[in-house]
Nanobody
């Protein structure tokens, strides 16, 4: 079955950096757009960054210039480099794999999440 396994979360001080990793298995990785989402306590899940199968990227306005998403197809892994972290970035971060099959159907897979806590 499909598995997405996140790692790299933890506690960091204001202004610090973390790199999240998500290792995928059970999918043809190169076909999927990969994304990072986050959910803070009491808030809706929000998109943080997306990298498509051709390595185009998009970011939420709140993280532009601070976060970088990348992928290594040889390792079936997507990364999120997070710099200049703020307390507002505190959330559970989830890895997502998405494949649009034709124009009427898509498939999504999710990791279990990794906690990122930024102290003030």
């Amino acid at each position: 079955q499909v598995q997405l396994v996140e790692s790299g979360g933890g506690l960091v001080q204001n202004g610090g950096s973390l790199r999240l990793s998500c290792a995928a298995s059970g999918i043809i990785f190169s076909l999927y757009a990969m994304g990072w989402y986050r959910q803070a306590p009491g808030k809706q899940r929000e998109l943080v960054a997306i990298i498509t199968s051709d390595s185009s990227t998009n970011y939420a306005d709140s993280v532009k210039g601070r976060f970088t998403i990348s992928r290594d197809n040889a390792k079936n892994t997507v990364y999120l480099q997070m710099n200049s972290l703020k307390p507002e970035d505190t959330a559970v971060y989830y890895c997502n794999a998405n494949w649009v099959i034709f124009t009427t159907k898509s498939v999504d897979y999710w990791g279990q999440g990794t906690q990122v806590t930024v102290s003030s």
